[in-house]
């Protein structure tokens, strides 16, 4: 099941569905609660697509492919290395990526699955954790790469406001241990791996990261990116694709 958040133009109406080729099939409520579909159906054509969910907060996972780690010649990790996007990160798909110019002048893109909670989360067993996990969407983890190592930790250089493109659905009936990834800029593949390369898999991660935090409905998990990245410029369109569940596409202003 693909679920969408969407504006409806004719009304400037938000709300909540479920995707079915090129329809919508409008839920009374959040697929984060209880709902149920109306019966009402509107052509995918009438809306605009949001960003699938409002997280607290984006969690991040770095240098959990090793080609990725290869790429910046760095050790592979014994244990996830975590990093926060705020939520005013949070961009929604098709819309423009803001290039922070006078801050930085090394925009790089970062291909990458999320997976989206569903439920609170805390302590959760990794045998336990498809109870906690509504689905999975697409990320772009943008960053100013030239801010990273400057400051000496993430934020700054992975935290400006638009760095996190997501959606364009949260797909629901999906295998996230074997993926396809694929990151086009302006039509070239810069990036093509799969997600059973990742060093730290999802189950661990839902697991781990709980043990660390609370982690509450809507928040999501951004699971890493494989080698490929290169700088982005003005203009320029980043097109991320992952099987069975769709295109993450936004252009740098």
Known sequence: MKYVHFLRRDRAWEGYGVLDGETVHVL???YFGTHHQTGEIVDLSQVSLLAPCRFTKAVCVGLNYRDHATEFKLPIPEKPMLFMKPSTSLLDPFADIHYPTG??????YEGELAVVIG??????????WKEYVLGYTIANDVTAR???PKTG?????KGFDTFCPL???IETDLDPANLDLCTRVNGEVKQHSNTKNLIFDVPYLVSYISHVMTLL????ISTGTPSGISKLDHGDEVAITIENIGTLSNRVD
């Open 153 to 157: 930790q993430w934020t700054v250089a």
């Open 146 to 148: 030239d801010l990273q």
């Open 103 to 108: 801050m930085t002048s090394h925009l790089d």
């Open 119 to 128: 439920r609170k989360a805390k302590n959760v067993d990794a045998k336990d």
């Open 167 to 169: 959606g364009p659905v």
């Open 28 to 30: 009374d409520g959040s």
């Open 217 to 220: 409905p809507g928040d999501i």
